[in-house]
């Protein structure tokens, strides 16, 4: 339920379309990072009310926390990796899901790779790219149809 | 339902997304992150016990996306993907292997860095994480860049 807000959200946004996302890296309009920076801050607040006001979970009953990491070598490396991707997709994990739910069926080649590749912590090597395309696509077709 | 047609402005997207962030915490205790469910998906299919609540999170962003559009404009199934089409062209097999190519560097780069934009960038940065500042700094300066190289190579006046 609340992936479903949030897609709703992604996909009223539009940060679904190729071009918003890529008329924000080109810094042609600002909206997307306003969107970014005004949920971060709202949820720096919510986060920090719950916090406060000694929530607990829903689910299992829990004190409401979260754990914050010091940065490491892995968190630049990975994100210089993860900017290429974005860059050229203009996409990322979130509104992809949401694309698919939007009929953008582009997107099934974008979620394809994190599928095959999120297991290895190591960058894969391109030769391999689209050697298992086809089986993996209509795999991913039949999965979307469920949601027609 | 006119609003819902147009595309929501920032300060009302942004906050919306903050508020599920929070909602999120507050019913699971665990950050938000799109990535989450991939990974658990892929580590389900070998094997390994699920699915987890991430993958139920990841499909119901589709389930949300599936939403706006029957809310908004109508839902029509497209391989049209806007000004990337003008880049690289319309031709679904470039079309193919360049998200292809485009999504392993984000999987990839996703999980070395443990968290993509809705992760690090919206919520490791709401509770004040180092890891998820540089994170974000760094994959928002590549993006940045990177997206000038590929509009100065690949211009074509789009």
Known sequence: ?148 | MDALTLRAPWFIAGPLIGLIVTLLLWVTNKPLGALGGYIELTGWTRGRPGPGWRIYFTLGIVAGGLLSALAGDGWTATFAYGSFDQLFGTSLLVKAVVLAAAGALMGAGGRLAGGCTSGHGVCGMSFGSPASLVSTVTFIATAIGAAHVIAWLLGRGV
């Open chain 1, 1 to 148: 339920m609340v992936g479903a807000a949030f897609g709703f959200v992604l996909g009223w946004a539009r940060v679904t379309d190729h071009d918003v996302i890529r008329n924000m890296l080109l810094l042609r309009e600002p909206d997307v990072f306003l969107i970014m920076m005004s949920a971060i801050a709202t949820a720096a607040l919510g986060v920090r009310a719950l916090r406060a006001l000694k929530a607990r979970a829903i689910v299992d009953d829990s004190p409401v926390n979260w754990k914050v990491e010091p940065p490491a070598k892995r968190h630049i490396g990975g994100s210089v990796l993860f900017g290429l991707g974005w860059s050229i997709a203009a996409t990322c994990p979130g509104p992809v899901a949401a694309q698919l739910g939007r009929g953008q069926f582009a997107g099934l080649w974008t979620v394809r790779r994190p599928f095959d590749r999120n297991t290895r912590v190591r960058p894969p090597a391109h030769t391999e790219h689209g050697s298992r395309g086809t089986e993996v696509r209509r795999h991913h077709r039949r999965r979307i149809v469920r949601f027609r």
